[in-house]
């Protein structure tokens, strides 16, 4: 069976994706923060972290726009930008450079959107806890696939961008001393 099926019109299609359900009914009172339980817990693809600092993380995007997609993240359950102490701005910012570093290195991208969406009404997903988009571009990704299904192809598997981006972050914690 097809996964994206027409009806209603010519333009309206439909894809099926029946994991992304639980995402959808969750509920703030389900569970504590997604971030704040990676930040709680050891680092695995099953928290999705691939880095951690004092202060910040790194963590795969689950829904990722590309492949490589990462977020960074305070490690303190915190929405407002402003009210970030000094050392969590500096470290949330030195960990957000290495981010960029690491797409440029891991996938040699051609260049790199940084998003940040404060708040709801700026379309943040989960703005209670601020989270930066580091999503590597290459020319070209944007084939012919979007434009006629409307449908983004990410040609990595999540476990796989997770064993590339958890190795080159061991090696640097390693070089750095600071643990992954």
Known sequence: MNNRTSGLGARLSILFRPDRWKYIKRTDADKECVFCQAGRLESSFDTLTVYKTNYSMIVLNKYPYNTGHILVIPKRHEGDYLTLTQSEFEDLHNTLRLAVKAVKDVYEAHGTNLGLNLDKAAGAGIPDH???????????????????????????????TYRKLSAYFRNKANIMGAKG
Do not use: C, S, W
Not at 131 to 149: C, E
């Open 130 to 160: 601020l989270h930066y988009h580091v999503v590597p571009r290459f020319r070209g990704d944007m084939n012919f696939f979007p434009l006629i299904a409307e449908t983004k192809v990410v040609p990595e598997a999540l476990e796989e």
